[in-house]
Each structure stands twice: as structure tokens, then as C-alpha cells.
């Protein structure tokens, strides 16, 4: 690859100042630049080859930083980085200390505001727009959204709002067709209606210039029509939702005509009002393995460019596990149902939705519906699983409270990515859930640490206990090591070190059960002896409390926030039970942990089994 | 008030046995006895008057409880709970071990679907509706919906699933014209659109008729309009939103004409798909005062049923003295900005409204925007004020959590109702807020005992702190008692006692701090001096933790739940530390809190001030 236009691009500025033909030469060089780093670092593909040219266009039309772009989701930017300096960095993207893979704008001035998750753009353009305006600034505000993210009830609070200020935002609906999973609902319905509508309303002026121009009648309708104006503007204009909400609606555009794409963002621009644009892409856009199968090359490892192999078209691990174990279940208990916020293949239930199509519900990126239509369907009989991203059920943590709590209706969260997520960074992490699930009151959690746990915390889940129960479980594999434990009993089991005499105990459980039990064995090659005990079910009885006050030395590590942790609580029984011995704790601390490998985090949050056998050493 | 055919009703069947000609009556009777009951009581009087017709309209139509009504936030169901056999619990509505003034399963097979929060209902039906498909079980699933709820995303989340099913659900949406506050926004704008359709759709069916009955052009036009059918479906022909979603729509119709209501939800029964039905209802109907003025007789306490005196119209206490204090903060800065979710008046911003309207923004009940609209206007240099109740802000977790604190936004949410709400109960307790947004990293907490520390608690959240500043205090008016502390340092206060030789320290903060006060009084009536600690902002700061280790007996009193509270964090700390005395803690525990005044909940829960000294009794 030459790149002999990508070279001359360092700023926004250099966009500007290319020629009108070397925008189209330009977009193929970053197709192919991101294809090139994306084989062999991994990250969102299929999304980011669908905005190439929408990305120059914007970079070309407005003037970032004054002008803000928000990305909906963010997983998109990559060619905006590429355009705003950040190109001879692409090649560290999602890796430690390496550029994030969303929108930061610790990274740099032209990410306007940080985003991960999704249909929340236009409550952020909103916000910003109306500072610039009551401020008296200058400079435009832009949210591009995708049409998953349209499934959101944030991008509908935003439609709501923006439409009746003077402000002058501009949303890009970048409508793909394909959101991650499937696109879902009406108002997927509804945008493959206006799509084709453009021949609609070249007939409508058609016929509108025919009744206005006949010479006789003409006249006479001619006055109906401007009797009944308003009426008018609804039968014969065309009107789309967005216009309804204080829109000026442009488009269709091709998405992929960088020229076309200028010219009505330019118009946009002038407007000086709410703009929705409406820009038609394709995922994956000029890498055929990606255009063919968008949603396998969403998120990808690395791969073989030529071949386009060795992506990761299905998941793997706990979430792979969890999927096979229920449909298992579904088949012998038809009150079984799985709902997912548009991570069907994600989080494994491809299967389950392939075996039950009728018990299974995709109900689009809308996880506070989710949790509330489980609550409705176990209102009524059923027991509903809803599959969901530790980070995505912070979106639901009223839902959980009010809508299932209060009731104790019983439902099941499978909370997937629990813990340190990886690549994705700080807007992804999963190490929230259980400082916040614990603060509602009728939930349990289990934290199983391996796939064999895993399905028993979904049996009790399902069978033995009431209200919410919530299975959390990583992303990927779990490590192995020889288990301690008689699983058959997970809910409290305590591992007696081989040495009696031994006065330390470690308490953890979860994906840390691996690193501390690889720790002891470190430290029983000293011959030291520790015990430990792995929680499963997180809660702090009075019998486990018991147990603990044998010991002078009692460690506590978890792969969690520290405020609200189980350590936290652990600590607080142990004081009010008159424990005189030493208490350490190692959490994630209160802060947010950004991007570098699972492993990497451990290690500089210090939870690896080295580090863990030095805390122990330290302590005894 | 004789009452002679509501006395007949004991059961949604006895409304069926009524004669056509009985029913205006018995709305008649409902609509007094709500007004004599809510001027003894108190409660949502406006709401509940305007959906008399429709709770006795959907009892004769439908058959609860095999057919489900969910009523939406669930304020308006007092004529419900009427007519499903709890009549004579009425005078007992909102009181401790009376009616709750929500819809609760607890109470009565009748409430389909625990409610409180706005905007559920589409969620839950869509629920229960697939769950009866699913289970093939009978029954039809109504939800009905303000139309101030339908400014929430989960309304739109809802019709976006809902409509792509076959399954039955009913939504009736009551279109008051009048939410909380105001109505906000495009959904408003268009509602009020097609409540003056009917009369365009006339005119277009006449035009229609006309230019399909012309002899001569008219043959020609028929021509084109048969070629452009699809154009003219849209062209011609009127549709909604809720069509687009896949409802067949009816309506409007008046909502206080129980006839015409019983026809059109016989209808919408009888369809056996997602029906959408538009009811117009006049809020505070058949109450002259609460007509004129619904936002005032949205929720009261008693009031003079001939004088229509002693409503609540304003706000008072904390959320009328916040007001004031923004206000006033508010002249001086003109970047401070306030933003509320439809509570201007009860939030106590209506000063700030009217002196500043624009830097004021009501975004309807939109939650999650509000905080993310908020992260917005901090990024581009203003300090938004989120004015929220402290149960609202559930809503907005991951709102706060990643749109705000991930990148250290400076947002202040000014968190009211914050700890027990009376007579609202369990849906509406703000004893979550302390736990949950402890969880989240950049968080600062202030929890200020009195009007004094309010403003201190104001002014260093606005000028004082970085990232997101959470400001609570509860409802009402803050007890008075001698004050032991100089309140110019409010961060961390210890105070001494008279008697020098104590052991025992009493921690708290907020509402909590008087009842300690006057337990510690009457302890020293028996010449026994307590030490108490007060905390504003709620953090174990290491110097915190060093004073409380000089004492032998730490108990700390909490009004919120126990897990992920402040005393969990300090028992923790103090563990951690070394602390080798004893450590009490009283808090509300982990569990709901039902409907009965504040000052009997603190009772049940031993936070009264006779239950803390005979706590502090028992432990020195």
C-alpha cells in the first residue's frame, strides 16, 4: 500500500484541502489500511469499512474540534481517528496504552464525548448544543447513529427534545439495515419504508403540479386546496416521524458517495436548524467475506485478509457454555424463555433461538424493556433468561428493582463479560454488577468459576431459588486449574490447605479462584499452606462468617469495584462480629480501567497469582 | 352521599350486571367518593378524577383478572381498586396496613403489574402478552399510558416490539393534554396533531370522493391513482405513528363518555391484534378547582372540598429551599443551568424557570437523557443541575456511571426525596441512591442535615468539586434541633461531648442526625455523654477513620439499605484498619419499604430517636 493521499492527511484540516477527486482514492486507502490493522489487531469491522466515506465527508464539511462529532456507540471511529492525527497510531488500537477503541476524549479534542454504549448520541448532541446556544458559541454539533441504535429509548427521548429547541444539530441516521444482531421492530419496518419512498413522492408532485396546473377544474380544487392547507401538508406532502418532531428530514443518501454525502451535509450545515439526515450504507463495505456475512466480522480478531478466516463468527467459552446448557434446559421445561438485547450470537443463543424461535425474543438495543418484558412474561408462568452484558445491565438497574424486585417475580439474569472485559476498555467493563445488583433487595448472584459451576448456578437459578437471580460469568475461557472443591456442593464449600496449622485464609471467587488457587500452589511448594474459600452464591452468612473468625489472617481478592463489593461486606460482618484478626482486601479499587488484555489488567491491578502470592507472603 | 349503585359493585362482574343507563351514574358516585376520600387522605386527585369513565369502561369490557390491566406509573388506579372489592378499604388508601396508592400484586389479584415508575407498562404488557401466546393460555393484556409517559423511551421501546408480534395487547393511551409538568416535545406536538385530525381526514375523504366521482378527469386521476396505490395509502389515507408500528389505531375518543369508550374497547378486544386506542380525558374532571388547575391537585393532602384550600401547591422544605438557593446561585453564574424530568414545581425549580427559562430545560419524563443531556452541557463548559427524585435517578445509573463519570464531567444531581418517602411506598423510597452511586467511580456524595448545610453542600458541589456531585436531601422539612456543630466546616464535624470519659461515638449523616441528636438529649439528661459524628459527605476518609478508632463502641446509624451503605463502608474501613471495638449498625436493611408516614417507618426500623437511645443504651 502507497497511500499517496492518506500521507498527506494529519489534521481535519488536510481533508479540506484535498481535491474533489482524491476523496474517492482516499476512502479506498483507508478501507484498505483498516482492513490491514484490523487482520492483525482485531476490533469492529464490518462498521467502521460501512463509514469510510461518511467519515471523510464530515471531516471535509465540518470543522472539528469547534464542530463536535458524537458517535453513537463509538465502535465506528476508527477512520475519524484516522482523519484527526491519530493515523500512525492505529496499529496500537485496543491495546495497552495503544489508541481505545471508542470515542475518548482523554485521546484527543476531536472526540467530543465518550461513548460505548448505545442510543445515547442525541441526549448527548442535545446537551451540547443547547450550551452552545445558551452560551452564545459558535460551531455545530453532529450525532451519527445507527439504525440498531434506533431501537434505543434514548434515541426516541432525543428525537423528543432536540426537535423543539432552535438549536441546530445535525443526526445522521446511518442506517446499515443490519444492526448487530438483527434489526428488530417497527421502526426497522418503518426506515425500510421510507428508503423506497422517494418514487412515492415524485408521484406526489406529480399529481400535486397536475391538480394545481389543469386549466378548469384546477382552479376550482385550487381553492379546496387552499381551504384546507393543513390538511394538505399531510396528504400531500411527504412527512416522516422525523419531521413530526421538529425535524428538516434529507435523504435518502448513498452512503458511499463521498460527493453526494458532502453536498448534503453542507446543506445540513446551512440549515440552521434540527437536521436529520438519513444515509444509506453497508456494512462491511469493500471486503466481500464482511459484506457477505456483517455480522461475524463485527467484532474480530485477527484474520487471514485473503481468506478472511479466523474470525470469530460464534462465541466462545462461558458464553458458548451458557447457550448449550440452556437449550438443554428449554428442552425439557417449555417455561424456559431467552430474551436478548440484540446479542444473539454474542451471548450464545443462537441455538436456544434456532430450537425455540417461539420462547426466544430479540427485543433490539432496549435492555430496560428487556428486564420489564421478563418481569411481564414471569408475572405470567414463565421463566425468563435475559442474556446481557454486565455493562449493558447498568441499564437496567431500575427495571431490576422496580419492575422485578418489588414483586419478586422470578427471573433469571445470564450476566455475560462479568469482570475485566479487555480490548473494549472503560465503557465496557463488567465490574459494576455486583456492587450494584447487591444493593437490590430479592436478588441473589451467583459467580460461578468454571463451565461445570456455570450450569449448576443455572440449575438453582431456575429451580431453587425465587426472585432475581443473576449467573454471572467472563468473557472467554476459564482458566484451568485442579478444582479444590466437591462441586456438587458450590454454595459454600471450604478448602482446608493440607497443613493444618495454617491461620491464612483467602476468600475469592469468580475468575480470581483460578489465579489464587495457582497462588497456593506456589506457596505450598514452600511449604506454606493456605486455605481458601470460593464463593459461588455471593452473600455473606452467618455460617461463612463463622468459619472466617477461625483465622488471624484473612484475605479477601475479587475481580470487582471496591465500593459496594462483597469484600466490602465481608469486612463489615466480620467488625459487627467482633473479628480481632488481620483483614486485607484487593479489589479493582474506584476507578475505571481502561483498554490492555484481560491479563494485563490483572496484572496492574495486581489480582495475576503472582501478585497474589506476594500480598499472601506479605501477610503471613 | 347515598351511593345507591356503587354500593352494588363489589367485583369487576357486578359493573357487567349493570344496566347501560347506570353507568354515568356510578361514575358520578366514584368521582364524589374519590374527591371526599382524597380530601381526608390525600393522594393523586387529578389523575384518578379523569379515568373514571375508562376504569369503569375497561371492567365491563374486559375481565380482570384473566385479562390484565397494567395501569402505567399507577397513580390514576384509586377507581380500579374501587371497583375490584376494595371499596371499603378506600379511606385506608396510602395509610400504614391500608390500600397502597399504586397498583400492587401484594393487594389484590386485580393489579396485574406492580407500577410507580412511569413508562413501564408497554414493557410489561408486551411481556405478559407473549407469555400468554407462549403458554397459550386466554386472556387479553391492556396497558394504559399517560401521555406524559409517552415521553419516556421505554414507551417507544415498547411499541417498537410490541407491534411486530401477534399477540393482543391493548394500549389505551390516556391524552390528558396535561403531564406532571407540561407536556414536552414532538410526541406532545403530535398528539395534539392528531387530536384535530378527524376533521382532515373528513376533508381528505371528501376530496377523495370527489375526485374518484368526477366523470371525465376523474376517470383519468382514477387511473393514476390506481398505478400509485402504495403513494396514496400514504397520501391519502391517514396514519399514525402507532400504524407504522404495527397497531391498528381508534381514536380519539372521549374519555368521559363511558359509552363510546365500552364500544371502542370492545372493538379493540375483539381485534386480536396490537390495538392502540387514543382517549382524551379532561384531567381533574367533575372537580371544578382541580380542573382549573390539574398540576396543582396532581398529588395533595387534605384539602377543603367547597374552598379547594389546602393544596399542596408548591413544594416546601429542602425542595423549596433548593430552588431559592439555585436561584439565587443561578444570578450570580450564568452557567449554571437546571434541568429537570417533569418536575419543575415539585423539584422547587419553578423560580429558576421563570427567571432563567433558558437555561432551564424540562425534558418530560426522560431520565436517562436527563443525565446524559446534562454530561453534554458540562463538556461544553455550563454546570447543569439535574434536579431528581432520589428513586427517578435509578433510571439513569448507567446514565451517570458512563456518560458522566467515565469522563469526569462536572454534573451536579440534585437528589430529592431522598431516604423514606411516606406515603408513596415501596416504588417511590429513595433509600437506594447512597449504595448505588457509591458503586460508581468520580462520584462525590453530600448529604446535608438542614436547609444551612443545603446551601454550603450547593455551593461546594458547584464550585468545590470535579466529575459528578450528588446533593440529597428528603422530602419535607428538616427537623429542628440545637445544632453541635460549626456548619462553616460541614466535611467532617466531630463533636464532643460534655463528659470527656465516653467510649461511645454515634455516626450518621442527613435526616438520621436529628433523631440522633435528640437520643444523645435525652441521654444526657441521665448524665450520659455521647460523642456524635456527623458526615455531610459521605466518604471513610482516613482521618474519619483514625478519629472513630479512638473509640471503643462505634455505632452507626444509616437511613438507606444496609448493602453497599456508608456504615458497611466504614465497618470495612474500620476492619481493615485494626479496629478492635465494638461496631453496631442500624440501617433499613435490604428489603421494601410499604406505604405508612415517615415517622412511622423510622419507628418500624428503630431509626426513631427512642429507638436509638435504647441502642446506644444496650451497647455502652
Known sequence: MENKILKKIDSPQDVKNLSV??????????RETLIEILSKNGGHLSSNLGVVELSVALHRVFESPKDQIVWDVGHQSYTHKILTGRKERLNTLRTKNGLSGFPTPKESEHDAFATGHSSTSLAAAFGLARAKTIAGEDGHVVAVVGDGAASGGMFYEGLNNIGRYHDRPVVILNDNKVSISKNIGGVAKYLSEIRVRPKYFKAKDKIERFITELPFIGKWLRRRIIRSKSMLKYALYHSTWFEEFGFTYLGPVDGHDVNSLCEVLERAKFLNKPVFVHVETVKGKGYKYAEENPGAYHGV????????????I????????FGKILTRLGKEDASICAISPAMKYASGLNLFATEYPRRFIDVGIAEPLAVTCAAGMAKN???P??????TFL????????HDAAIDNLHIVLAVDRAGIVGADGETHQGIYDVAFLSTIPNVTIYSPSNITELELCLNMAIYD???VVAVRYPKGCPETVAERFDLSDTEKTLYKSRKDSVSCLVITYGREYAQCVKAIEMLEQENIG??????VKLEASADVIDIINKYDNVIFIEEGVERGSVSELFGSELVKSGFKGKYTTRTLGNGFISHQTVNEALEEYKLDSKNIYKIIKETI
Open 301 to 312: 480478531s485477527c484474520f487471514d485478509i485473503q481468506k478472511g478466516n479466523g474470525v470469530n
Open 465 to 467: 431459588e425465587k426472585g
Open 21 to 30: 477527486s482524491e476523496l474517492e482514492p482516499l476512502c479506498d486507502e483507508i
Open 385 to 390: 433468561v435475559v442474556a446481557i452484558y454486565s
Open 394 to 401: 447498568q441499564r437496567s438497574y431500575d427495571q431490576v428493582l
Open 381 to 383: 408462568g414463565l421463566v
Open 530 to 535: 493456605i486455605d481458601i474459600l470460593k464463593l
Open 314 to 321: 460464534t462465541s466462545e467459552g462461558f458464553s458458548e457454555a
